[in-house]
Every structure is written in C-alpha cells, then in structure tokens.
C-alpha cells in the first residue's frame, strides 16, 4: 500500500492564505478591459468562402520539397537564440 | 466515387499533374491556369491556417522556411476535418523528424506548445472551485480529495527552456541569448477567455500530472516531492482551489463533485 | 431572440476583429452571419463573442464543409456537428453551397465545382435531404463562384438549383458577386443568369468584392471577398430587388479586413439601396 501523505494544518492554513488574495490579483498582466474580460479576443477563424487571390502562387508553382535538393535553412530568430551547442542556426544533425 | 470528383482532387493534390479531364475555361489554353486558382486557394487557405496556429515556429525558423516545411506537411497531413482552427495538431510531430529542422532541436517543442495554446482556446467552459471550497474540505480529508482539472489544460516538459522561447518568438518577452539552457515545464491553461502559458516548476508539472491521473492530492503531493524537494505544497494547493481544478470528490467515495 | 427568419435588411458578415466595435454600441445592421466551421470548437472567446452577437442581432449560419456537392456520402459527424449549432444558437438562417470540399476523406478548405447532371442532381438532393431532415430545418443553398465548368455539365446552373429546390424544399442564397464572378470567367451575361434564376425562391443575398485579372483564357475574376462591392455588382442587385422587393442581404468581407466602420458603410449603402427598393415596389403595389 502507498502511504498516505499528510496535509498538514500549516499547509491547509498557507494554502487558504493564499486564497484570500483576490484572484484578479494572482494574474499575471492584472485586470483586463471590461469587454475582453467578458469575451475574450477572438483568434481569426480560418474556415471561410472566399477565395484567396492568384498573385500567390503557392498552389502553381512545382513542388519545391521533391527531389533531395533542399533549398531553404531555418533563417529566423534561431540565429539569435544561444543554446549549449552555440549560436544561430546549428550545423544540421545527422540522422 | 465519381470520376469527375476523383479527377478533380487527385489534381488538386498533385501539382505535376495537368488539370482533369472535361473541364474547360472560355478558350482552349486557360484551364491550367484557371485550375490554379483552386490548387491556389487549398494551398494558400491551408497554409494560412498553420502560419496562424504557429507564429512562434515560424519566427523561430522565418516565414521562407516555415512556408517550405509546412507545403511538406500538408503534402503528408492533408486535413481530415472541415474543422480549420484544429488543422495542426500533427505538426509537431512532423518538424520533430523533420531532416531540414533537425538544427533546431527546440523547434517541436515550441509547435507543442503553440498546438496546446490552440486547444486551450477553444476547449469547454468550466468554473474552477474557489477558496469556499477549499475551506469546506475537513483537514484530515484533503489528502483524500481527487480532482477535475479544467478541460484547457495541458502541460508540457521540454529538454528546453521552451516557455522562453515560446515568449520571445511572440513579442511578450526580448528577443536575447538564453545563457543559462535548462529545460522548463509549461502549464497551458485557459480560466476565462485568455490562454495562459506559465512557466512552472519540476514539482507542480509533476504534481498536475498526478492529478490528472485522479491520484488523490497526497499522492500527488508524493509525486511533486519526488520530483522537486523545494516543492511548495500550499502555493500548489491554491493555484489547483483557484484556476486549475474544476470539481472534487473523496478518493474511494462516489460523492458529487464541488 | 430568434424571430423565425432574417429580416429583409442589410447585414454583415461578422469577424472576431470587428467584435469590439461591435460590442461597443448598437450597430445599425439588419443581422450577422458566420461561417458554422469557425465556432465548431467546445468553448472559449468565440462562443462568448457569438453569443452576444445571438442575443443582439438576428443571425445567420453559413456553413462550408457540408460538401452537399459531392458525390459521396454526407459526412454525419460534421452534419451533427452543424445541428449542434443550430441548436446551440437557434439561427434565422442556416446555409450552405452547391459545392463540394471533401473526397476520399481529404478536405481541400475551398468550395468546388460539380458537372450539372442528372447524375449529379440525385446527389445533391439526397445530400440537401439528408442535412434538412437531420438539422430539422429549412436550408438555403447558395450559387457557387466558379472558374472552370465540366464539359459533361447538361443542366444550366439555374434550372439545376431550381430542381434542387423543387425536390428538397430548399430555399436558395443568390451570391450576385458569385453571379458576376462566374459569368466573366465563361464569357457569359450576368443578367441573362440572373433572369433565369428562380427569384421566388431567395431568402438571401450574398454581396462581395473581387478582384480581376487578364488570364491565358481571357478575363479572370477571383471571389476574393477583399474589397468593396463593385457598381456593376450593386446595379445587378438593384434589378433583383427591384423584383423581388427587399430581401435579407448581406456583405462579405473574408480577406483584407478594413476597419468595421468601412465595412459598416458597405451595409449601409446596400441598405440605402433596399429601403429604395422598398419604396418603389410599395408604389407599384399602390399604383
């Protein structure tokens, strides 16, 4: 059998302290404006019934990923970011 | 399946091929082009939907990279559903053996985290216990308590400080060096109407996790002990009364939830 | 708040970046409507948003993904999802397109053309049956835009909804942009589509921007929904109500998104236009 972990009253006690600060005020970023508090900012839905335009030509163009040949490298802010291994985008890992 | 139907979206999803047969624009040459304008309106509508469900991914490797990566995937992952703001959930997964990204090794946790925060925002409604209903639990039973956690939550334990990253790559946070790389828990939560990604330390995710399981909250203290010795079982305990937990019930007892 | 049916009034469709001008003070719009798909998760800001908009304004439901044009069978999960939301939000209106979007379990996110045959016709009347009885509602089923057609095609466009209609009880939305979008990508007349269009059977009607271009097979028109209503569009409209009288009409604005107070005059002057509408027809009912 497991054995049972005790709560103690200290704990119980804290927890309730912690409790009694109004949770507006435990937010990170505090209060919002009224209307956004009540219902939210609404990401962008992405199903709709217009048509997308042909000045892209995303849908044209020939395949870019067929072939071996990759053309692109992760240029963003991974060329920034410093990690363990060094800065910017690594030496790709084999495998 | 009909021929026509099957033509069609074979040429849809293949762009080596012409466009299918019997279908015709006013003059003898425009149905290649006109055939664009749909494989255009699949290709850019879908790829709009991945750029909007993960900007952090695409800041991380810039939109050129991104836009390359997430062709590849469509080609792989065609949706399933007419449910846009769910397409992506196997995004991740794709950039995690992704070859080409396998330089950013942080890249698929942040897509991770990204795909949680769009769960999150469209998960049920629910109100979290509070404070009374903390007070109302007899001492010697709150180790026994087992608990519903909002249906938005997740988390999420990365090799890599990924709630920074995360934060930098969409604009809460200055882009700099991260000097000191240690892994970071995530906790992706939505109370209200906003999705909040907190950084949370070895004990709470573990200390959730348990909960989730609807181990009792002693067990679930156990687990968080083992995992983190500092852990702060009170400031846990008030987070779970306050924004985490939704119902409870007497581990063993078929009570009715809080 | 529910009243039955859309009023004979301007309308827009609604867009979670417009919600806090909305919210903010009583819009001077007839209804809004949305696409069904977007609020087809379990909870969270869009259910809030669209709940406000319910209990303030009539409501119209358009969805995209029934794919009732398909020659496939109906997909229940996604028709039980739509009865859900109508349930939910007790729309005026419910609406679809006489198009399809999915095949062989692949959903391509855009609304496609069919051949107008007989064969075709039996599909797209069990489809519309089939999401009628299921919803347990009356839906209106809207003309496609399209760029390309099918040689085997044998039935107008017109007379094909009207058969659809005719076997399902169906009302039909008249895209007038779709009207014009189409009929320059075919070389053809809008007003000739449009006097053969069964105008008796309308319960709305859908207005929007598009772009066009030269293309290899002569003019191309794109419905990209990203621009104000055309004139030759609006004056295509006047000829329908000048028929019809007022019906409920709405402004589509997908991509590009201006700020709600240019969208806004959009609605208002297709309002101007119906009230017009309005009055001549009640003179020619006088006179």
Request: one cysteine or more.
């Amino acid at each position: 059998m497991i054995s049972k972990t005790e709560i103690s009253a200290a704990t119980l006690a804290a927890a309730l302290a912690l409790l009694a600060v109004p949770a507006s005020a435990q937010q990170t970023g505090g209060a919002k404006a009224g209307k956004e508090k009540c219902y939210g900012v609404a990401l962008k839905g992405q199903n709709d019934c217009a048509s997308k335009g042909v000045n892209s030509c995303a849908g044209q163009s020939k395949a870019d990923y067929e072939g071996t040949a990759w053309k692109y490298v992760p240029a963003g802010t991974c060329e920034t970011i410093k990690t363990p291994k060094g800065t910017g985008s690594l030496a790709p890992i084999k495998g | 399946m009909q021929d026509w139907q099957a033509n069609f979206a074979r040429a849809l999803l293949d762009r080596e091929l012409p466009p299918p047969p019997g279908v015709s624009a006013p003059n003898s040459t425009g149905a290649p082009e006109r055939f664009g304008v749909y494989r255009n309106n699949r290709m850019v509508s879908l790829l709009g939907a991945l750029e909007a469900r993960f900007p952090a991914a695409r800041k991380i490797v810039g939109t050129e990279f991104f836009k390359a990566a997430a062709r590849q995937f469509i080609a792989a992952h065609p949706p399933r559903s007419p449910i846009m703001i769910f397409y992506g959930d196997a995004f991740p997964e794709f950039l995690e053996s992704f070859k080409p990204a396998q330089g950013v090794p942080y890249l698929a946790d942040a897509a991770r985290l990204e795909a949680a925060r769009a769960r999150a925002y469209h998960a049920a409604d629910a109100k979290p216990l509070c404070r009374e209903a903390l007070a109302a639990v007899p001492g010697e039973a709150l180790a026994d308590m087992c608990f519903t956690l909002h249906p938005s939550i997740e988390i999420l334990s990365s090799p890599h400080p990924i709630v920074t990253i995360f934060a930098m790559n969409t604009g809460t946070m200055d882009l700099a060096p991260i000097v000191d790389w240690h892994g970071e828990h995530a906790l992706i939560l939505r109370p209200e109407y906003e999705v909040e990604i907190r950084r949370i330390s070895a004990g709470q995710a573990a200390f959730l996790r348990s909960l989730a399981k609807k181990n009792p909250l002693g067990e679930a203290i156990s687990a968080a002990l083992a995992a983190e010795a500092n852990f702060d079982p009170a400031n846990s305990i008030a987070l779970l009364f306050s924004r985490l937990a939704i119902a409870m019930v007497r581990n063993g007892a078929g009570g009715v939830p809080a | 708040m529910p009243s039955g049916q859309l009023p004979l009034r301007a309308g827009a469709g609604f867009k979670p970046e417009h919600f806090a001008a909305i919210s903010a003070a009583r819009q001077p719009a007839g209804f809004f409507e949305v696409h069904a798909e977007n609020y087809m998760g379990a909870g969270g800001a869009p259910h809030s948003q669209l709940k406000f908009i319910r209990e303030n304004y009539p409501l119209s439901l358009h969805g995209v993904g029934l794919n009732i044009g398909s020659c496939e069978p109906l997909d229940r999960a996604h028709l039980a999802r739509l009865k859900d939301l109508c349930g939910r939000y007790q729309p005026e209106s419910c609406s679809e397109h006489l198009a399809w979007s999915s095949s062989g379990g692949i959903y391509f996110n855009d609304l496609l053309p069919l051949p107008y045959t007989e064969a075709t016709l039996r599909c797209v009347v069990a489809h519309v049956d089939e999401a009628q009885n299921g919803l347990r509602r009356r839906l209106l089923i809207e003309n496609p835009a399209a760029y390309l057609r099918f040689e085997e095609s044998t039935i107008p466009e017109t007379e094909f909804l009207e058969a659809v209609a005719r076997a399902t009880g169906c009302g039909l939305l008249l895209d007038i942009n779709n009207v014009f979008v189409s009929a320059r990508n075919h070389a053809a007349s809008p007003q000739a589509y449009l006097d053969s269009f069964p105008l008796h059977l309308v319960g709305e009607i859908h207005l929007a921007g598009h772009f066009a271009a030269e293309a290899d097979g002569g003019a191309l028109c794109v419905d990209a929904h990203g621009s104000p209503v055309i004139e030759a569009v609006l004056a295509l409209f006047d000829r329908v109500i000048a028929r019809t009288g007022p019906l409920p009409a709405l402004v589509e604005w997908d991509n590009d998104l201006p700020q709600w107070p240019v969208l806004l005059a959009e609605v208002n002057k297709v309002q101007e236009r119906l009230c017009r509408a309005a009055a001549s027809h009640k003179d020619a009912a006088a006179a």
